[in-house]
């Protein structure tokens, strides 16, 4: 396995940590924690692709992994925060519902052999949503009315991140005639 890939499978590892902190009030600076662990597990997201593409190491593997993890961690958090009554449901649900129809895509396209990677739009997405994740996990009062954008972006961002990927990928869904 090589380090992207297992930098991939640390971000995975780390979720559960993470999750712990963030619903946890009983460990001091639990939130804290949990903030720091999300921004870790975020740039092993950045790490892992930039060294895969850098040094040659992408694989089908890391193609399918890597955005399952970014998944499982920003999802998640939402849920973790849905939880906590510290984001609307709303948003919640357009990103898990578009990672659900997302990953049905690919389990199709791989069926066929095919195998989709995040397009650049998928990536600033996940790049925004992680961003906004820390925005809500701090709770900053100066940063309200930027988060309250940047959750309107984000929101923005999924949708047009899933139109776009159907649409390039559309052949995927074509029946093969025999």
Known sequence: MNLPNRLTVLRIIAIPFFIFF???DFVPFSKWIAFGLFIIASLTDFLDGYIARKYNLVSD???FADPLADKLLVCSALICLLAA???NFLI???II???FIISGFRLVAASKGVVIAADMSGKVKTALQMVMILMIIAQIKFLFYP???LEFVV???TVFSLIECLIKNRAVLKEDKK
Request: charged share 25%.
């Open 92 to 94: 919640v649900l357009v």
């Open 61 to 63: 593997f890391g193609k």
């Open 22 to 24: 963030l619903m946890t």
């Open 147 to 149: 988060t309250l954008v």
């Open 155 to 157: 929101l923005f961002l």
């Open 97 to 99: 519902a578009r990672d």
């Open 85 to 87: 009554d510290r984001i």
